[in-house]
């Protein structure tokens, strides 16, 4: 994989993380469930409750999934290029 496509999967998973509230099993009380409103990452529904957590979760959720999705797609391509090849 190229370093420039890669930065920018990187940017883009670091970017759809977000250190925000969430209604954690909605719906939320305001619209008459028992949902309550958590801080923490709402791309991942991950209750979190400070900076450092949160990086944290970049650093040790995201990274590993992404980089693990990655592989697994790189995997899959050079399997296939050696398929085609035989
Ligand atoms: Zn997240």
Do not use: W
Not at 64 to 84: A, G, V
């Amino acid at each position: 994989m190229q370093k420039s496509v890669l930065l920018r999967v990187l940017q883009q998973e670091i970017r759809r993380h977000d250190f925000n509230y969430f209604v954690d099993q909605p719906p939320s009380i305001a619209q008459g469930g028992k949902g309550v409103v958590v801080p923490g990452c709402p791309a991942c529904q991950k209750r979190i409750n400070t900076m450092s957590k949160f990086l944290d979760h970049l650093a040790e959720d995201a990274m590993p999934t992404l980089i693990e999705k990655l592989s697994r797609r790189e995997n899959r391509m050079s399997s296939s290029l050696h398929e085609k090849r035989e």
